[in-house]
DNA sequence: CTGAAAGCGCTAACAT
DNA sequence: ATGTTAGCGCTTTCAG
């Protein structure tokens, strides 16, 4: 900047404020500025303006993992809700080899705040124990234990009420539920909801992967347990469950309906009938809350104990699901 | 830090030497600032550090699109080398909303270095043009124009090969070439493999979606040109590809072979038969290279043209190909 | 083995 | 409307 100045004919005070336009420049001196800045091609370094404000204007996403539409979706959310308080968005992913880094990167200072997906218990509880010291939201899916933090969620229990619902309509009673973690709130909430229609429902608890989905069917039809349609607890269990089905010769939705959760990309690929998150919408509140956390911190207040807002999900019928067989699967 | 090392009743720059070891410090004294740091929960400000060393030891990934599976395993690759430096990986996504966001933590010293997976050719230029400035590597893709940039790419060829062979050694003839943009080298590639084994062809490009996928396939069927397969540029694409098959009545691979490219998640899932593309071996070569760059541009050295590197494919048979039927669809 | 002190490049009073 | 200058918190010679 020193370079620029010298060469435009200015004062570095003046370089910097024809940049930040935090004070008024005539438009001449601002124009020889500007014409020598983008000669050399010249662009501040940032290390320097952080270290002097203070703030680095750059927030971080932390998500389980990249693999999964729906992540990408609510990124996209985050990063249209911070870029408007012009504010940069960094991406990292736990399932990345180095979990931890993410937190040095707040806790450095390279990131002013962060949103938080909760995954791995062992992060979630140092994230927990951060959040009193930096600007932190929660979304997606609740911290255990109540930590008062800013968190938005979908309504799970809501989701699964339709789950329920549609397939009680459809005359299902014996269902076999595979669900996610029973530690996941978002998962007993969905397990709740579903069974409010359906309540002799098997639940089988596996995480949230297909092979999940897989074996936990192969349980039930191992158990000589009956049933005719398979709520999962989202896509990818929905996915290894119709594996599983296909293999013991079972038909979909001709012997055993089976309906997912998340509406990720699969899911419209192989007309799972599934419940839509609103991964966009997630994302945009989570990064509004994450500015006013960021606010409230530079006001000197800290946490302001809030309960988790709830944002609605959409039932999404496809073709997995059908009327009831009067026999029982197996 | 002057807090600490008052407390601890040393100087900053002893406090500074304990964290990073370069230069010993007496037991003793090491473990009574230790202490200290860690009961004030004390971690340096990153910004400081980097204005006075010049770095950040943080590099950046760009990635086109996060719903990508390939793309998340490509970046642990990339990770996985990185880290091995002591570097941390920050990952931008291209889809977002602000493009061109990383090229200013390139520029702005936020990052050290850069691996790009080229995807829109807009930005894909301001990269090359950056190049020469900053260390950048490119993978997955190459781009256009001899840039000259360490690049590491799949063996797209060779992929395209192993699809023709395998669907000319099943008797198939005519076949639909259901390709990516012309402008993309990989794509281009795979259409010459698949060629040298099916020279009668008929090729139809369209962008790496399924919608494509759909709408090419609709194009060769209002066309009247007789298929008995279809070969995808990608997964995407022959996902689209099945779904208009599908509903012409055509079964899968009964009248019509399919395969795709990439072995995404959703290949597996449904049984396509695809290349698998070494995303993670792609990762961590890209990692190594850009390791590489960083420290020719230390060691003030600029760039060395090299050739792109290119790794092996792999080919694998699932449920969507059979033996050609005698009449050509449709 | 330890300290003092000079900046890294920028911003923002405080001048003029 | 512009310039002078004092740091931001760290690393690193240079001196003990």
Same mark, same amino acid.
């Given at each position: 900047m020193?370079?620029?100045? =010298?060469?435009?004919? !200015?004062? $570095?005070?003046t370089v910097s404020h024809v940049l930040s336009g935090n004070r008024p420049v005539s438009p =001449?001196?601002? @124009?020889?500025?500007?014409? %020598?800045?983008?000669?050399y091609d010249y662009v501040p370094v940032s290390a320097a303006r952080r270290l002097k404000v203070g703030h680095s204007s750059l927030v971080? +996403? $932390?998500?389980? @993992? +990249?693999? !999964?539409?729906?992540?990408?979706?609510?990124?996209?959310? %985050?990063?249209?809700?911070v870029e408007s308080a012009g504010l940069g968005l960094i991406i990292c992913s736990m399932s990345l080899r180095t979990p931890r880094r993410h937190l040095d990167l707040l806790r450095d200072g390279t990131m002013d705040g962060l949103v938080h997906l909760p995954f791995a218990a062992r992060v979630d509880e140092e994230i927990a124990a951060l959040a009193g010291d930096y600007p932190v939201v929660i979304a997606d899916e609740e911290?255990?234990? @109540?930590?008062?933090?800013?968190? $938005?969620?979908?309504?799970?229990?809501?989701?699964?009420? +339709?789950?329920?619902?549609? +397939?009680?309509?459809?005359g299902h009673r014996r269902a076999l539920i595979v669900a996610g973690p029973e530690t996941m709130l978002s998962s007993a909430q969905r397990v709740v909801g579903i069974k409010e229609h359906l309540p002799q429902a098997l639940v089988l608890r596996g995480d949230f992967t297909a092979e999940a989905g897989y074996r936990l069917v192969d349980e039930a039809l191992e158990s000589g347990f009956g049933f005719t349609c398979v709520?999962?607890?989202?896509?990818?269990?929905?996915?290894?469950?119709?594996? =599983?089905?296909?293999?013991?010769?079972?038909?979909?939705?001709?012997?055993?309906? !089976?309906?997912?959760?998340? @509406? $990720?990309?699969?899911?419209?690929?192989i007309g799972l009938t599934t419940v839509r998150q609103p991964a966009h919408d997630l994302g945009i509140r989570a990064g509004e809350l994450l500015l006013q956390q960021i606010a409230r911190f530079d006001a000197g207040e800290r946490r302001a104990a809030v309960s988790p807002e709830l944002l609605p999900v959409a039932f999404v019928e496809r =073709?997995?699901?059908?009327a009831a067989r009067a026999r029982a699967a197996p």
């Open positions: 020193q370079q620029i100045a =010298r060469i435009a004919g !200015v004062s $570095v005070t =001449r001196t601002a @124009d020889r500025v500007m014409a %020598v800045i983008r000669q971080g +996403l $932390v998500v389980p @993992d +990249l693999t !999964v539409s729906y992540f990408a979706q609510l990124a996209k959310g %985050v990063e249209l809700a911290l255990a234990g @109540d930590t008062g933090l800013p968190t $938005v969620v979908a309504d799970n229990l809501q989701g699964g009420r +339709l789950v329920g619902r549609h +397939l009680a309509e459809r709520a999962a607890g989202n896509d990818e269990q929905a996915l290894g469950a119709m594996r =599983r089905l296909r293999a013991a010769g079972l038909s979909v939705p001709g012997d055993v309906s !089976v309906t997912g959760f998340d @509406d $990720v990309a699969v899911a419209d690929a =073709r997995t699901t059908a």
